[in-house]
C-alpha cells in the first residue's frame, strides 16, 4: 500500500507542475497579443522631447491607434508589406500634434518618437523659429527661462515657450542658447508628400528629426512606419537612475511623472 500512495503523491505533483507550466504559458500569450495589438512599452533613451518627455520615462503605446503594418509586430523590417497602398489595415492616420512612435524610415528597424506636426499635402516651414504650417504663423508665446545641464559638466540656457497648432493641440517647446543646433530654427520649405508626415521634437535645438532630410536625417516619415501613438508616463526614473535599481527607487523616481498622460 506504501508504493500505491507514493504513485499517487508523484502524480499529484505532476499533475500540479503541469498547471503551473500551463498558467505561465498562458499569461506569457497574454502578455504577447497584449503587447503585439494594444499597448507596448516604450522608453526615452534622448531627449529630443524635453520637457515633454525626459529621458528615464516608461510609456504606454497604443498599438491600435493608427491601426496595423508589418511594423507593428517585432522584426518587422524583415516582414512582407500588408494591408493596401498605405501599408496598414484598419488604419486611422495620425493627428497633427500627436506624440508617435515609428521606425526610422533610412533603416526602419530602429525607432525614434517625435511629434506630428506636418500631415500629408501640408507645406512647412521654421524661419527664425516659428513654425509656418500652409502659409500660417503658428502661435509661440514665451513662458520662462531656466538654466539646464549640457553635458560634460556644461550648462546651458533653455527658453520654453507654449506652441499652438491650428487644430488647437497646445504643448511646450525648447530652445537652447549656447550649445543646441540651430540650424533647424531656419529651414527650406517641405512639402509633405502623400501618405507621409513631418515629426519633429519639442527639445527643438537638439532633435534628429524631419526637418533633416539627408541620407543621414530623418526626412518624411511614411504612414506605414507608425508604431503607435504614445499615451501614458507609467514609470520615470532620473537620468542618472536606473529602473532595475529597486532601492534606489525613494529618490531616483519621479512620482510626480507616474501615470501621467503623454499632451
Do not use: C
Amino acid at each position: 500500500m506504501a508504493n500505491y500512495k507514493e504513485l499517487g503523491k508523484t502524480g499529484k505533483d505532476e499533475g500540479g507542475l503541469l498547471e503551473t507550466v500551463k498558467v505561465i504559458v498562458q499569461a506569457l500569450l497574454i502578455a504577447l497579443v497584449i503587447r503585439t495589438f494594444l499597448f507596448q512599452p516604450f522608453n526615452i533613451p534622448s531627449g529630443s522631447l524635453i520637457p515633454t518627455l525626459l529621458i528615464g520615462d516608461y510609456l504606454f503605446v497604443s498599438k491600435y491607434a493608427y491601426g496595423y503594418s508589418r511594423y507593428s509586430f517585432p522584426f518587422g523590417h524583415m516582414l512582407p508589406k500588408i494591408g493596401g497602398a498605405d501599408g496598414r489595415v484598419i488604419g486611422s492616420a495620425p493627428k497633427r500634434g500627436d506624440i508617435a512612435v515609428f521606425k526610422l524610415p533610412r533603416d526602419n528597424s530602429t525607432d525614434y518618437i517625435k511629434r506630428v506636426i506636418g500631415l500629408p499635402g501640408d507645406k512647412i516651414q521654421m524661419v527664425d523659429g516659428v513654425l509656418i504650417i500652409n502659409g500660417q504663423k503658428i502661435k509661440k508665446e514665451k513662458l520662462s527661462q531656466t538654466e539646464v545641464a549640457a553635458g560634460a559638466g556644461f550648462k546651458d540656457r533653455a527658453t520654453f515657450y507654449r506652441e499652438t497648432l491650428p487644430n488647437g493641440v497646445s504643448y511646450v517647446i525648447q530652445e537652447l542658447d549656447l550649445y543646441g543646433n540651430k540650424l533647424g530654427r531656419n529651414t527650406p520649405l517641405y512639402e509633405v508628400p502623400p501618405a507621409h508626415f513631418f515629426m519633429v521634437g519639442d527639445n527643438r535645438d537638439n532633435s534628429l528629426d524631419s526637418r533633416d532630410t539627408s541620407a543621414q536625417g530623418v526626412g518624411f516619415v511614411p504612414y506605414e512606419n507608425f508604431v503607435g501613438r504614445a499615451e501614458i508616463i507609467f514609470f520615470s526614473v532620473e537620468e542618472e537612475g536606473a529602473a532595475w535599481k529597486v532601492w534606489e527607487w525613494p529618490w531616483t523616481v519621479r512620482w510626480n511623472r507616474l501615470l501621467k498622460p503623454v499632451a
